[in-house]
């Protein structure tokens, strides 16, 4: 029998009788340099894992120069697509001497036939192998499944409904009796919320009787979920919006409440608690002191595999309303309805999961007199340096004047930037494409923001100068399309996050699409018909590798203390043959991503 490690994917999704077969079943062989391991045409007879050496996967139909395609190393598997396939499609020629383990065809079918997530590995899209990489990593805790894919429908309480004649006392009563903490005062087909607090300040503070009808009292509006929603999404709904309940509903039928308290009960973990911890937060002392605990978060987050998506909403909710109660801190209440404080970069994509450098403007009403809004913009901008947002290295904060104005004032410096059509112009008309309003009035930002798609969407030229910038970064990848290997690590962010996010950027602004979230423009895109389903998914994906492994790298910065290595290079050696693979397959999408863009903005000729 031979020892061959089989604790990587797709072994993994075989149980232990199924590793044991491997073991028993396979082969060495040696294969000299330059020899041809399988050729294209060839029906497929093993499926190869290497032990040693390097292989080239080889499309002979290409020239010379574009030929080479894959390239495989120690721990990497190929084959298999040509078992399945009944031939294989490209050839495999050993680079330098190597030693592949061989798995027979008659093995691996049956093997697919006995396991079928086993047979799936070899059939799935990048986001399908993307959601097995996080499942590997899940570790403790709340498992995966658990975690990520708990719904709202597994925790939630029965509802207590009653109709709006009810009095404040019965009410009570029925509170008491339920052990709940709030109740739904049904009004035809339409309901309110009325919470214990409710009820109290109406008899103490407003001095109603005790047989007041509940009628009379004003409800709560209602933020509802559904039963099959994942837990997680609705505890960022309540992160974002500063309840601490949420209804589920049924077809516009209540059938449940889910609290606060339930969900960070059933997650059971000390870190959820940041989210109460900044919502309790009475002072700038007791908010930074929640603001420091969001590293611990994420990596708790990472640590029990959760899905990146979920793990962005709820840190870009946190951070949202982390600045959102330091303006409340330091702004004069007077002021809210006639400003609005908006984040912007990935903070406004809500992709900052680890804080980073400041990016934020501020957009005043015409008609607003704040004689001392700089001095309160300066105080703003040292306290979230105080809260762990450093200071932009460009000054794009609140505390210069060139990011702050009235709605006019904003709409003219729009029409400047879309005339200058510079470098420098152009990335401030996409840091302002991905603003978002995170305290005061967001009908500001939404007026700006309408001015910005008037100018900007059907400007076919300005569409092209703002798109060139994704070819400013070369891909990561060999001429032969393998991964780049140098010692220092590829840089992630401009090989793979930036060309995403901007190429996306730009396809939102020409289609007039809103959100400011990559992921949701993606789906967007999609639905207009401007991206294939799959390949928008598949970009998705992607990026969310990108992130994760960019994360890893700020997490482990942030834990050594560690400023000098930089958190966007991700040293390719140092990977699993699995995250390799992904990596460089989620490379080749966004190169291909770059050539659809070249076309269609007519790149090719800048």
């Given at each position: 029998m031979i020892d061959i490690d089989l604790s990587q994917p797709p072994f993994t999704l075989l149980d232990d009788m199924g590793r044991e077969r491997v073991r028993q079943g396979v082969d060495l062989a040696y294969f000299d340099g330059d020899e041809i391991i399988l050729e294209a045409g060839q029906p497929g007879e093993y499926v190869f894992l290497i032990h040693k050496g390097e292989v080239a996967e080889i499309d002979?139909?290409?020239?010379?120069?574009?030929?080479?395609?894959?390239?495989?190393?120690?721990?990497?598997?190929?084959?298999?697509?040509?078992?399945?396939?009944?031939?294989?499609?490209?050839?495999?020629?050993?680079?330098?001497?190597?030693?592949?383990?061989?798995?027979?065809?008659?093995?691996?079918l049956e093997l697919c036939d006995a396991y079928t997530p086993f047979a799936e590995f070899f059939r799935q899209t990048l986001a399908h192998k993307a959601r097995l990489l996080?499942?590997?990593?899940?570790?403790?805790?709340?498992?995966?499944?658990?975690?990520?894919?708990?719904?709202?429908?597994?925790?939630?309480?029965?509802?207590?409904?009653?109709?709006?004649?009810t009095s404040i006392a019965e009410a009570v009563a029925a509170i008491n009796e339920q052990h709940a903490d709030s109740l739904l005062v049904g009004r035809g087909q339409s309901h309110g919320m009325i919470t214990k607090t409710d009820l109290l300040n109406a008899l103490v503070v407003d001095e109603r009787g005790r047989d007041t009808p509940l009628k009379e009292l004003g409800h709560a509006e209602l933020i509802t979920v559904t039963p099959e929603k994942y837990l997680f999404e609705a505890l960022v709904i309540m992160t974002r919006h500063k309840i601490e309940r949420v209804v589920v509903e049924?077809?516009?039928?209540?059938?449940?409440?889910?609290?606060?308290?339930?969900?960070?009960?059933?997650?059971?973990?000390?870190?959820?608690?940041?989210?109460?911890q900044v919502e309790q937060a009475d002072s700038l002392e007791a908010l930074a002191a929640a603001s420091q605990r969001t590293p611990e978060l994420v990596s708790a987050l990472m640590a029990q595999g959760v899905k990146l998506r979920f793990a962005m909403g709820l840190l870009a909710a946190l951070n949202g309303r982390i600045i959102?109660?330091?303006?409340?801190?330091?702004?004069?209440?007077?002021y809210h309805a006639d400003s609005c404080l908006m984040v912007m970069g990935s903070e406004g994509?809500?992709?900052?999961?680890?804080?980073?450098?400041?990016?934020?403007?501020?957009i005043l009403d015409d008609r607003l007199e704040w004689p001392d809004c700089a001095d309160r913009m300066q105080h703003l901008t040292e306290t979230l340096i105080e809260l762990g947002y450093p200071p932009c290295p460009g000054n794009i904060m609140v505390s210069n004047p060139e990011w702050v104005g009235t709605v006019?004032?904003?709409?003219?410096?729009?029409?400047?930037?879309?005339?200058?059509?510079?470098?420098?112009?152009?990335?401030?008309?996409?840091i302002m494409l991905d603003s978002h309003a995170v305290a005061g009035n967001p009908a500001l930002l939404d007026e700006v923001r309408a001015d910005l798609f008037a100018q900007c969407a059907g400007n076919e030229?300005?569409?092209?100068?703002?798109?060139?910038?994704?070819?400013?970064?070369?891909?990561?990848?060999?001429?032969?399309?393998s991964l780049k290997r140098p010692q220092h690590g590829i840089d992630i962010k401009k090989g793979g996050i930036f060309p995403i996010v901007h190429g996306v950027r730009v396809m939102a602004l020409e289609?007039?699409?809103?959100?400011?979230?990559?992921?949701?423009?993606?789906?967007?895109?999609?639905?207009?018909?401007?991206?294939?389903?799959?390949?928008?998914?598949?970009?998705?994906?992607?990026?969310?590798?990108?992130?994760?492994?960019?994360?890893?790298?700020?997490?482990?910065?942030?834990?050594?203390?560690?400023?000098?290595?930089?958190?966007?290079?991700?040293?390719?050696?140092?990977?699993?043959?699995?995250?390799?693979?992904?990596?460089?397959?989620?490379?080749?999408?966004?190169?291909?991503?770059?050539?659809?863009?070249?076309?269609?903005?007519?790149?090719?000729?800048?």
């Open positions: 002979a139909t290409q020239p010379a120069a574009r030929e080479r395609i894959g390239h495989y190393t120690q721990g990497d598997l190929f084959g298999a697509i040509s078992i399945l396939n009944g031939k294989s499609r490209y050839r495999f020629r050993a680079e330098q001497e190597s030693l592949c383990y061989l798995l027979p065809r008659a093995l691996f996080t499942e590997q990593r899940a570790e403790g805790g709340v498992t995966m499944a658990g975690f990520m894919l708990a719904s709202v429908n597994e925790c939630m309480r029965e509802p207590l409904i009653v109709s709006a004649d049924e077809e516009r039928r209540p059938v449940g409440v889910v609290e606060l308290t339930d969900v960070l009960s059933y997650f059971s973990s000390r870190s959820y608690v940041v989210s109460l959102n109660k330091a303006w409340g801190f330091l702004v004069d209440e007077r994509r809500g992709e900052q999961i680890l804080k980073t450098d400041q990016d934020n403007g501020l006019s004032q904003w709409k003219r410096r729009i029409s400047r930037w879309v005339e200058a059509r510079d470098g420098d112009t152009l990335m401030k008309l996409a030229l300005l569409l092209s100068y703002f798109a060139r910038a994704i070819l400013r970064f070369s891909m990561p990848l060999t001429l032969f399309g289609r007039g699409i809103q959100p400011t979230s990559t992921l949701e423009r993606l789906e967007a895109l999609a639905e207009d018909g401007r991206l294939e389903p799959r390949f928008a998914e598949d970009l998705a994906e992607a990026l969310s590798l990108f992130t994760e492994l960019r994360l890893k790298q700020q997490l482990a910065r942030h834990e050594a203390e560690n400023e000098t290595s930089s958190p966007d290079r991700v040293v390719v050696q140092e990977l699993s043959s699995l995250e390799r693979d992904l990596l460089r397959e989620a490379l080749h999408i966004v190169k291909d991503f770059k050539q659809r863009l070249s076309h269609r903005f007519h790149l090719e000729y800048s």
